[in-house]
């Protein structure tokens, strides 16, 4: 799908500056927050032939028009802050920024919603419901980056989700322009869940309406617990008592942090549990029912001293990773009743070396995000080897109960795993009847055939080189 002369000088003549295709924009373009090992980049083409920067509802609109005229695949993109390749191309082709399209800001303290641009920042919108006393029910850990359109197409949990759920229970209504052009606002649970996790596959969201709350002081208490086996006692007790939010670190991942932000937090599991608290006398019954779950597991209470202003700290953390050469990140969705036998996997096979940090989604599971950091460069066969060993192990997880946090590229294939076969069933139906041309973001959520190797797919081919790393 390389953008032909023609094509391209249809989307100069209406969209002007804000097409781009010179080089190095497109380098910027063609990654995520992954740096992925160059070796695997055989498998696909992630490099795009232009970028553009739509305004408004017409110009992506128009762009889908052009781009079906022509057969060019459109990459929608947004603050680019997950890792699973959604965001970048698979068969070159447009990557369509949205961070500027435009939308006025409107919060409803009677249906106690808010209406927004896609291209906001988690960071931005909650500043600005907090002047008028409101707050997001849940949002992600790259809070000062991701945009509320990114992380619903991401499927994304975070920060609230164990107490308020994850995207599309947090969903009004969305304004949507589907690949065949038309716009459309959805806001059945059963439509919106489409377009959830979808990485842009179904069509641009242009407008969104998101639930809020009312601005709640929150207060955090902290545990340790002293292998994976307590952690997984202490996360099912502490899940049973409605905590607003649970954060969690392995010890590798604790050390790091107290070199970074200077606590003295100990070698041990440690978790950070945090609590919509009111009244006095709502805080002393939590902490007497937070006190007997911690008895019960096993574990240690840690002195208030210890994690002063931690919550200051709780969207910084990958700015950890900057003081490191190079860093591999993953992330999975595990289940609290078996995933001690998981973590056990990882730090035999990793002897320690693997930090993660992870938050609790539900009463039943947890999203893990791991990092693998690299204290020097290293040279591409090596980073690929290190990388398809990743996968293998975010994928092992599956046996475990768990699964891939989302799909994008890297994970295509698995969307039935996240979703259910019911509502795989439902994507294809609906990717037929708007994207016949499947020019919205090829190679995503359903596992591309390999260019060399049509018989073959992505996913198989991935499977098969993770497999051969010991």
């Keep these: 799908m390389a953008l032909k002369k023609k094509a391209r000088s249809r989307f100069i003549r209406y969209l002007g ?67 699973f390749g959604g965001a970048i191309t698979y068969k070159k082709g447009i990557v369509v920024d949205c961070k500027g399209i435009e939308s006025e800001l409107y919060i409803d303290p009677l249906e106690q919603t808010v209406t927004a641009s896609p291209s906001i920042i988690f960071s931005d919108l909650q500043r600005q419901l907090k002047q008028q006393g409101f707050s997001l029910c849940a949002f992600p850990s790259s809070y000062y980056s991701a945009t509320i359109g990114g992380w619903i197409a991401h499927g994304g949990f975070g920060v609230g989700s164990s107490q308020y759920g994850g995207a599309l229970d947090q969903i009004v209504n969305l304004e949507v322009v589907l690949p065949n052009g038309e716009l459309k606002i959805y806001d059945k649970s059963e ?45 099912a007790e502490l899940s049973k008592i409605n905590p607003y939010s649970i954060w969690f670190f392995n010890p590798s991942h604790i050390s790091k942090f107290n070199d970074t932000f200077g606590y003295s937090l100990p070698y041990r599991y440690v978790v950070i549990i945090s609590k919509e608290i009111s009244f006095e006398e709502e805080e002393s019954e939590f902490y007497t029912m937070f006190n007997q779950a911690i008895r019960k597991a096993g574990g240690q209470i ?9 919550w200051d700290h709780r969207f910084k953390t990958f700015s950890m990773l900057k003081e490191y050469d190079d860093f591999l990140v993953s992330e999975l969705i595990l289940p609290i009743k078996t995933s001690n036998k998981y973590l056990q996997k990882l730090n035999v096979k990793y002897k320690n ?25 290293i040279s591409s066969i090596k980073r690929t080897f290190l990388y398809l060993r ?11 109960g768990g699964y891939p946090y989302s799909t994008g590229m890297f994970f295509a294939g698995y969307y039935s795993k ?53």
């Design 390 to 400: 990743l996968f293998k192990y975010t994928i092992k997880g599956i046996k475990f």
């Design 353 to 377: 070396g693997i930090h993660f940090e992870g938050e609790l989604i539900s009463d039943t599971h947890y999203s893990l995000l791991l990092f693998l950091p690299l204290d020097e460069k």
């Design 191 to 235: 439509d919106l869940a489409l377009f959830v996790g979808s990485h842009g596959t179904l069509g641009i969201l242009t407008k969104i309406s998101l639930k809020i709350k009312f601005d709640i002081p929150l207060k955090q208490w902290g545990c340790t617990f002293d292998s994976p086996r307590e952690l997984e006692d202490g996360l």
């Design 17 to 83: 500056k804000q097409f781009r295709d010179d080089s190095t924009i497109l380098q910027l373009y063609s990654r995520d927050m992954a740096e992925l090992p160059s070796l695997t980049k055989i498998l696909y083409k992630n490099i795009p032939d232009a970028v553009i920067l739509p305004r408004n509802t017409e110009d992506i609109q128009k762009i889908y028009q052009i781009a079906n005229e022509n057969n060019v695949s459109i990459t929608p993109r947004s603050g680019g802050t997950a890792g």
């Design 418 to 470: 996240i979703y259910g076969k019911e509502q795989y069933h439902k994507y294809k139906e609906f990717k037929k009847q708007v994207d016949s041309k499947n020019i919205s973001n090829p190679g995503k959520v359903i596992s591309p055939r390999l260019n060399l190797f049509p018989l073959i797919s992505m996913k198989a081919a991935i499977k098969i080189l993770s497999r051969l790393i010991p």
């Design 302 to 310: 840690l002195d208030k001293r210890y994690i002063t202003n931690i």
